[in-house]
């Protein structure tokens, strides 16, 4: 069985810090492409960072400069680290493992930015 577990969302003040992790079981972790994903009320889910299995990473340009994605293959746990967070970066974050065509997704964490 595949499990994707997010952690270590929260409130935090604009500006202010956090690092999402995320902890993979049931795949071969490091053969899968991880990306991490966010949803605000009403919209649309949308790709905020992805690292490839050869460790290729694009961000979304609403985040480059502020986020940073990386992963531990032996932990098999993918991790976003936030910087200068705003407002608008407030929503429910994802993480997913795999494709468009076959993802595999874990639950969410929220991240909440406000003063």
């Not at 994707?4 to 490091?30: A, K, T, Y």
């Not at 009320?41 to 480059?64: C, H, L, M, W």
């Not at 910087?83 to 468009?100: F, I, P």
Request: proline fraction near 3%.
């Amino acid at each position: 069985q595949v499990q994707l577990v997010e952690s270590g969302g929260g409130l935090v003040q604009p500006g202010g810090s956090l690092r999402l992790s995320c902890v993979v079981s049931g795949i071969n972790f490091s053969a899968y492409t991880m990306g991490w994903y966010r949803q605000h009320p009403g919209k649309q889910r949308e790709r905020v960072a992805q690292i490839t299995f050869g460790r290729t990473i694009n961000y979304a340009d609403s985040v480059k400069g502020r986020f940073t994605i990386s992963r531990d293959n032996a932990k098999n746990t993918v991790y976003l680290q936030m910087n200068n967070l705003k407002a608008e970066d407030t929503a429910l974050y994802y993480c997913r493992a795999g494709s468009d065509f076959y993802p595999y997704w874990g639950r969410g964490t929220q991240v909440t930015v406000s003063s």
